[in-house]
């Protein structure tokens, strides 16, 4: 649970600085590279905050354990932290996280983070078309 946690996680918010460049919105539905799921970013609050909610499961995590967790927030905020990333708190299959997101182009952003302060983990997040 802990892996998925932190797998899920990690695919919300990707990581690393970019130098700055001007980039399209993180905007749009975000898919983590193990492709069993997607998070909804959107910019809120004073419009430099970034939100999100788990919005999609693949059908093999799509069950009754994982239901209560669709379209639940996974952040309410996180903090610009310098240009295209941003940091803070998120709450994922119930586990809280402190992790960061990097948009580093246009299609794709870096999510790393941690749950319980020791088991971190990074993971790639790719800009969904259907």
């Known amino acids: 649970m802990v892996r998925k946690t932190l797998g899920l996680a990690?695919?919300?918010l990707m990581l690393t600085g970019s130098a700055g460049a001007a980039l399209a919105g993180p905007d749009g539905v975000?898919?983590?590279?193990s492709r069993d799921t997607r998070?909804?970013?959107a910019l809120c609050g004073?419009?430099?905050q970034l939100c999100g909610a788990l919005v999609w499961l693949s059908d093999a995590d799509y069950n009754k354990q994982y239901?209560?967790?669709?379209?639940?927030p996974v952040t309410n905020g996180l903090k610009a932290a310098g240009s295209n990333r941003w940091k803070g708190q998120m709450k994922l299959f119930g586990q809280n996280i402190t992790g960061t997101i990097t948009q580093r182009s246009e299609?794709?952003?870096t999510l790393q983070a941690c749950a319980f302060l020791v088991v971190c983990k990074s993971y790639e997040m790719f800009r969904y078309t259907p």
């Open 10 to 12: 990690m695919g919300l």
């Open 30 to 33: 975000w898919e983590l590279d």
């Open 39 to 41: 998070l909804q970013l």
């Open 46 to 48: 004073d419009g430099t």
């Open 67 to 72: 239901q209560p967790y669709l379209n639940a």
């Open 107 to 109: 299609t794709q952003m």
